[in-house]
């Protein structure tokens, strides 16, 4: 059709990953939906799609803000960080209990909630100022990098946490 709107437009990151955003918000819907919320490839979807976003958002996102603006311990960064930790902690109970059979009504919220404010504070401030300390071609290399990451692995994300949970 002539025009070819592609992923290297001028807010490339911040569209990609608030998109991914949406997507997961769809599927977490998708599984509290359900009753009781039982849907076990639903949550198990929502859970890869999560945890590859917030290592991506740790991997390829956060340092760059961190490095151009020296803030690593206090600052914007270090509070979406610790919301990562709290969303994992959150998710990692919400698979066990769906997995046991048994959901405490209140974790799907909880969770719901956090993410609401967090996915807010990124796509309103942190994606964009990102997006700005990135040279347009390290912005289309690393679109392409994201665009060809393998699917996580669930399980070995579950071991992981269960191991440092009983140290
Ligand atoms: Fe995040
Ligand atoms: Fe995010």
Request: aromatic share 8%; no cysteine.
């Amino acid at each position: 059709m002539g025009i070819n709107m592609s992923v290297e437009g001028d807010h490339g990151l911040h569209d990609f990953f608030t998109q991914d955003h949406r997507r997961l918000d769809s599927l977490f819907n998708q599984f509290k939906e359900g009753d009781p919320p039982s849907d076990i490839d639903v949550l198990h979807e929502f859970a890869r799609g999560l945890i590859q976003h917030i290592i991506w958002e740790e991997e390829f996102l956060f340092p760059v803000f961190e490095e151009v603006t020296g803030m690593v311990t206090e600052g914007p960064i270090a509070l979406m960080r610790q919301d990562h930790h709290t969303i994992q902690e959150l998710l990692y109970e919400l698979l066990m209990q769906t997995r046991s059979g048994k959901v405490d009504p209140t974790l799907p919220l909880r969770l719901e909630g956090l993410l609401l404010q967090h996915n807010l504070a990124e796509e309103n401030v942190l994606y964009e100022a990102v997006e700005s300390m990135i040279a347009p071609e390290s912005r289309v290399e690393l679109l392409q990098i994201l665009s060809e990451e393998p699917e996580l692995d669930l399980e070995r994300w579950i071991e992981g946490v269960t191991e440092i949970a009983h140290d």
